[in-house]
């Protein structure tokens, strides 16, 4: 008996040390994240940071979660926090506030987007939208959009600005000033 246990916990251990270094590939986190310019970065871009990155001149990174402060922020994935930068670009979903000169998120945004020339989300929006030029939300808006031009896919919220475009064919495409649907 007790042979065949210590057979069984060496085999066990054994599978793990098989098994730890593909999860550990597959799942790489940092807690922090240093970039001059792409790829002269602390950790590679396939790496997740988990509290704070800053991007000197140019950074990316798999997702983001905290505080992500640079010139020009890349995300392949997702952003969670406060992101701040002359460029921000989010290629999944973000969540929380993020303010530059122009933001980018490809996919679902939620939170609070300041841009001093424009905000654009692929997807839906969630919140708040500001910018002096341009605000888009490609598919849907649930909120308030603040700017000279606002567009978005289908509204359930306010509009105010010189020009607000609504896709939705229940309403008419364009309306000047303020714009409200619910």
Not at 7 to 26: K, Y
Not at 104 to 112: I, R, T
Not at 133 to 147: I, P, V
Request: with cysteine; glycine share 12%; proline share 2%.
């Amino acid at each position: 008996m007790g042979l065949r246990w210590c057979q069984l916990r060496h085999l066990l251990i054994f599978g793990c040390f098989l098994i730890c270094p593909a999860v550990s590939r597959a799942e790489q986190f940092t807690s922090w994240q240093v970039s001059f310019f792409h790829p002269l970065q602390a950790y590679s871009d396939d790496y997740s940071v988990d509290c704070f990155r800053l991007d000197i001149v140019y950074g990316v990174n798999e997702d983001v979660k905290g505080v992500d402060i640079g010139m020009i922020n890349e995300t392949k994935h997702n952003v969670h926090g406060f992101e701040l930068g002359l460029v921000n670009q989010v290629k999944g979903d973000f969540g929380g506030w993020q303010l530059g000169l122009v933001n980018e998120v490809h996919h679902d945004f939620k939170g609070f987007q300041l841009g001093l020339l424009a905000n654009r989300t692929k997807g839906s929006c969630q919140g708040f939208q500001a910018s002096v030029f341009f605000n888009d939300a490609e598919e849907d808006l649930r909120g308030l959009q603040l700017g000279i031009v606002n567009n978005t896919g289908s509204l359930y919220g306010i509009q105010i600005g010189l020009l607000n475009f609504n896709d939705d064919e229940r309403y008419l495409g364009f309306f000047p000033f303020i714009r409200a649907a619910f």
